[in-house]
């Protein structure tokens, strides 16, 4: 009886705080849909583009390392983006390529404008 009922609400009393604890640090991360719905726009050439989903995976996250410019007379910047695209919507993108990018005000993270109709140029 002990083991079946005061155990299991001991280990809650315990557990459960700190779960709660752990997972408040910190802010909320930015969605893709936020980032592509209220970025700023601007273009970047592609550096590399690699799948990280697994082969089964109908929505692989790709990495994107990119080289950003937001205004002529600013300085270009390197920014790593990780999004979910469908399968084989990487195979679309080629390095030295330019795409369209959505920003967030700080530009630290951003997203690539994918519009289903991306194919490589050529």
């Known amino acids: 009886m002990v083991l079946f009922l005061l155990v299991p609400f001991g280990v809650a009393a315990v557990v459960v705080p700190l779960v709660a604890w752990r997972s408040s640090k910190g802010p909320r991360p930015v969605l893709t849909s936020e980032i592509l719905a209220s970025g700023d726009a601007a273009e970047a050439e592609v550096l590399s583009v ?10 692989p996250m790709i990495r994107f390392r990119l080289l950003v410019t937001v205004d002529p007379d600013e300085e270009p910047f390197e920014l790593e983006v990780v999004q979910a695209l469908p399968r084989g919507a990487a195979g679309g993108f080629r390095t030295g390529e330019l795409v369209e990018v959505r920003l ?6 951003g997203a690539v404008v994918w519009n289903g109709n991306h194919r490589p140029p050529g």
């Open 104 to 109: 967030t005000a700080d530009r630290t993270a």
């Open 50 to 59: 690699r799948t990280l989903g697994g082969f089964l995976d109908p929505l």
